[in-house]
């Protein structure tokens, strides 16, 4: 596609539902990241695929986030029993090449996740 | 743990103004520098992405400096317009780390006509 695609764009959940976070990289791109950015703050590291293999889940604030990229392309962002602090906007993005050689990066628009 | 800060917080000024932002980071051995845009409700666009045997790049506009061994970078945006208004955000990528960034908050800049 043109650019990376978040699904969905806003969303609402009681505290304790599960949610599910879609992101559709550009085709090709080999890497893929997630990142939360509570407002007024900036982005914060999640975690990072490259290709299928999740090579970094160090930002992941607890055991109840989970992602994952099964064929190197779509992933998930999956948060179990959601909790008011999980409320943010949870943004994905992806570049060409593997870490370390610092392409540029290209961010979908994010989902806004509430938890009320 | 690198740490970035954006100075300043929020910036105002007239059109045509030529200004400078300012970004600082602790650990200097980074791999590379993006300077990105973030409209609001939108997600984030790069802007100028700098390695870290770099000293510049510029895009139109837009200059952005890299000084590795201070620990800042600067994005110089000349003869500012209305449609600059935006959050300019510095992200920094550590040696081995590629594209996990770490974030400043960013600096809110308003252009008035």
């Known amino acids: 596609g043109a650019g990376v695609s978040q699904s969905p764009r806003y969303k609402v959940a009681k505290r304790g539902q599960d949610v599910a976070l879609r992101c559709d990289p550009i085709?090709?791109?080999?890497?893929l990241f997630w990142y939360q950015q509570a407002l007024g703050q900036g982005p914060e590291f999640l975690t990072y695929?490259?290709?299928?293999?999740?090579?970094?889940k160090s930002g992941l604030p607890s055991d109840r986030f989970f992602a994952e990229r099964p064929e190197g392309s779509v992933s998930t962002l999956k948060i179990q029993r959601t909790q008011q602090e999980d409320s943010a906007v949870y943004l994905c993005?992806?570049?060409?090449?593997?870490?370390?050689?610092?392409?540029?990066?290209?961010f979908g628009e994010g989902s806004w996740l509430t938890v009320v | 743990k690198q740490e970035v800060t954006q100075i300043p917080a929020a910036l105002s000024v007239p059109e045509g103004e030529n200004l400078v932002l300012n970004c600082s980071f602790t650990?200097?051995?980074?791999?590379?520098l993006q300077w990105f845009r973030q409209d609001p409700g939108k997600g984030l666009t790069s802007l100028l992405l700098?390695?870290?045997?770099?000293r510049e790049q510029t895009s139109g506009r837009l200059n952005a400096s890299l000084d590795k061994s201070s620990g800042r970078s600067t994005l110089y945006i000349a003869a500012s317009q209305p449609g600059d208004s935006a959050t300019y955000l510095c992200g920094v990528g550590l040696t081995g780390g590629g594209n996990k960034l770490t974030f400043g908050t960013g600096t809110q800049l308003k252009v008035e006509l």
């Open positions: 700098i390695q870290s045997s770099q």
């Open positions: 650990d200097s051995a980074i791999y590379n």
């Open positions: 085709s090709g791109h080999v890497s």
């Open positions: 993005a992806s570049s060409y090449s593997q870490p370390g050689s610092g392409n540029t990066i290209y």
């Open positions: 695929f490259q290709n299928e293999a999740q090579l970094d």
